[in-house]
């Protein structure tokens, strides 16, 4: 990122990573260890996850219509990709943010060379939004053939040199390659249109974070898998298992 030129007067970047290297330092010469429990230390709770019982994606659904209004918009609503019964509408679905990787992005673009394979085609019933986490990884995209693969099936391509002189709120059923960073996930740029279901890949699922409330319908961002995401959008619906 420095150069390409995004550091600032202030050097930022530059003093970010200089602070990284100097805490490493100090890690791998013992002079500061990293910080590890006490051998007695005592925890609140010990939580065990049989993963073995884990067969299915699963969903983390903000629940905008629990009757228990301090049971809304919380993370503790964990539901399998089933309960949805693959008829549940989806209006947008979003990859990135720091959530992802190059790897989501690769995955992203194997799905769709897939899809075209077996349908002969790609068609969205609904946006896709993708953001890659940096620019370093859009650069790897590049050279490991990636990204051509993502334009190929792309309706809009994010340009810095003409960039967008606003943030959208409208959306065509097609892929997005949008800039790298936060995008949908920051709550201040991108917005889903109000009332809409989206589909993404972040954390964030608060009220208004995403996609705010129409005078129809709350907004509802369900958090979940790449794999669904990529799936939600062709269909327009939650997939199913089969």
């Keep these: 990122m420095i150069d390409k030129g995004m550091d600032n007067a202030k050097q930022v970047l530059k003093g970010l990573i200089d602070k990284a290297n100097k805490r490493i330092a100090e890690i791998r010469s013992g002079e500061k260890p990293a910080l590890r429990p006490d051998a007695n230390a005592k925890y609140y709770a010990d939580l065990i996850v049989d993963l073995d019982l884990i067969n299915e994606p699963m969903i983390a659904d903000p629940d905008v219509n629990n009757k228990d209004v301090s049971k809304r918009y919380t993370h503790d609503a964990i539901r399998p990709l089933s309960f949805y019964g693959g008829v549940k509408k989806v209006d947008l679905g ?111 699922l608060f009220q208004g974070r995403v996609v705010e409330d129409s005078t129809e319908k709350k907004g509802e961002s369900l958090l979940s898998s790449t794999p669904v995401v990529v799936l939600s959008t062709v269909l327009g619906r939650t997939p199913s298992i089969e």
């Design 94 to 204: 979003f990859i990135g943010s720091c959530m992802v990787h190059k790897g989501d992005m690769k995955i992203l673009a194997q799905m769709l060379k897939n899809i075209e394979q077996q349908n002969g085609k790609v068609e969205f019933k609904a946006p896709l939004v993708v953001a890659p986490p940096t620019y370093n990884i859009v650069d790897e995209l590049k050279a490991e053939g990636d990204w051509e693969v993502l334009q190929k099936y792309s309706g809009f391509e994010f340009d810095d040199n003409n960039p967008k002189a606003i943030a959208r709120t409208d959306y065509e059923n097609m892929l997005y390659l949008e800039r790298p960073g936060c995008n949908l996930c920051m709550g201040n740029q991108e917005k889903a249109s109000k009332g809409d279901t989206v589909m993404a890949t972040s954390t964030r």
